[in-house]
């Protein structure tokens, strides 16, 4: 599998946009090969677990992103990252970088596991705890690069409005034979969602992705 990849997929003609060892983004494509919503500035890209597609899927050929997809759509930037279990986002942003830090620590992580990323913008969704995206913010860096811990305590504060201090975790209701059950996800995790603008947006989410979260059996 390679980005730019087509196939059938889904009774669907799609073009794989990127993908990693848990997900595979894609974007349906019309006949002549290309993207039903390729004028769209902002967009989200449709998701599938790696090995269900792999198991459902049929190749049809190759086909390489241009330099302006490739601009564009920024593959090469992860679909996670600084995804960490034993914290939760907090409610109030931290005044201080010192704070933050200890913060981080209280949850035995170490500022140096920290991931970020070569651009100079990136457009991050603030979540609901019941999943629904909110207003989002453009963070800019001139030097063309998102430390880890910039990139992490910038998500902090965007986030902190839309969490309850009683509620550590997001979630979902599903209806059971007997009623509904709530399932939960606790942790903190920035995801790749699509383009707004035409630059890379990620949403804030909990360890592991909302895709993830949905597709678990238990």
Partial sequence: MKIG???????????????DNKEVFYQTVKEDDTL??????????????KKYFEKNS?????????????EIHRPNLPLRLNCFSGLFWTNK???KEKEFIEFLKSADINEQELKGFESS???IFPTSQQQSNKKSTLLENKEGYFSG????????????????????????????PVGREEKRLSGIGIYRLGIKG???????GGKISFMEM?????
């Avoid at 919503?37 to 998701?47: D, F, G, M, P, Q």
């Avoid at 049929?58 to 490739?70: G, N, Q, V, Y």
């Avoid at 949905?214 to 238990?218: D, G, H, I, L, T």
């Fill in 58 to 70: 049929e190749f049809i050929k190759h086909l390489a992103f241009t330099e302006k997809e490739t």
């Fill in 93 to 95: 942003p931290f005044e």
């Fill in 149 to 176: 811990k910039e990139l992490l305590f910038q998500c902090f504060g965007i986030q902190s409005e839309y969490v309850k201090s009683e509620k550590p975790y997001f979630s979902r209701f599903r209806l059971i």
């Fill in 214 to 218: 949905e597709s678990e059996k238990v």
């Fill in 5 to 19: 990849d087509l196939y059938n997929f889904t009774n669907n003609r799609i073009r794989i946009m990127m993908f």
């Fill in 198 to 204: 035409n630059l890379p947006s990620y949403y804030l």
């Fill in 121 to 123: 913008k990136v457009v």
């Fill in 36 to 49: 039903v919503y390729a004028k769209n500035r902002t967009l989200s890209y449709y998701r599938t677990p």
